[in-house]
């Protein structure tokens, strides 16, 4: 079954159009690997299709219903949920508090909330900073989080935008696998990342973009040898 379907997709910036018809069908359950060089609209295809910015053209349409040009909240509410690039928790607030303010989103009572949010914290292993400060979590901590507040939203569609930015090599492993782990309980996920062992691990389909466009989609070992996705990453320094 189609749970996202988008249709020439396209957002302009005062003359910079930075996604450009981008037509994409993500399957319920798939794993969608998203990849393009720095400023191919990869943040800015997640932000349109999650509702932080209105598209100047084209279609979202999720679970069968068009969502295009809805905000952020009503668009998280029917289960389509994303991770921010530059992680933004309240510092001060604990761990829990943190998440538990997402799990609101799905829970009306605060027990209720704090008891989904607890399980959410132990789910990415962030247990024993339960109820320390956001701010004194080192970065790993502070990528689990992030991943933690979207999966409080508990969203049909995780979008998931360089969650392994800013670990060291040896950090990555263990959150590849707990990505595994949540896709093999039944996610869906569109990712979002520049470490391509990781997108190469986990991506059932890839998407390449290159300036606002798809370069190349499908399988990820034949799109990798495309010479069109070869020629765009040349000079690039890529991991
Ligand atoms: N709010 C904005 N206003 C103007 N230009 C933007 C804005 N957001 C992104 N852009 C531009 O759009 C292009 C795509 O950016 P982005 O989606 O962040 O790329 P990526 O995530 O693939 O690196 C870039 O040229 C960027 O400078
Ligand atoms: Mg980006």
């Excluded at 782990?181 to 290159?210: K, P, Y």
């Excluded at 399988?219 to 070869?230: G, M, N």
Aim: proline share 5%.
């Amino acid at each position: 079954m189609t749970l996202l379907h988008v249709e020439s997709l396209t957002k302009t910036f005062a003359g910079l159009t930075a996604v450009r018809d981008v037509d994409v069908d993500v399957t319920d359950g798939e794993f969608l690997g998203i990849v393009g060089p720095n400023g191919a609209g990869k943040t800015t295809l997640f932000s349109l299709l999650a509702g932080q910015l209105e598209p100047t053209r084209g279609r979202v349409v999720f679970d069968g219903q068009d969502i295009t040009g809805w905000g952020p909240a009503k668009v998280a509410s029917v289960g389509l949920v994303r991770t921010f690039q530059l992680m933004r928790p309240f510092e001060s607030m604990s761990v829990l508090d943190n998440v538990a303010i997402a799990a609101h989103g799905r829970h009306r009572s605060r027990k209720a909330a704090r008891r989904a949010a607890l399980e959410v914290i132990d789910r990415v292993q962030l247990d024993r900073y339960v109820h320390s400060p956001s701010g004194s979590l080192p970065t790993a901590g502070l990528k689990r989080l992030e991943l933690a507040r979207a999966l409080a939203l508990e969203p049909r569609l995780l979008l998931l935008d360089e969650v392994l930015a800013g670990l060291v090599p040896a950090e990555r492993a263990p959150m590849i696998e707990l990505l595994r782990e949540i896709h093999a309980d039944g996610m869906t996920v569109m990712f979002v990342e520049h470490i391509m062992a990781a997108v190469m691990a986990l991506s059932e389909r890839l998407l390449v973009m290159a300036e606002g466009a798809e370069l190349a989609l499908g399988d990820p070992h034949e799109v990798i040898t495309d010479p069109r996705v070869v020629e765009a990453y040349l000079g690039e320094d890529y991991a």
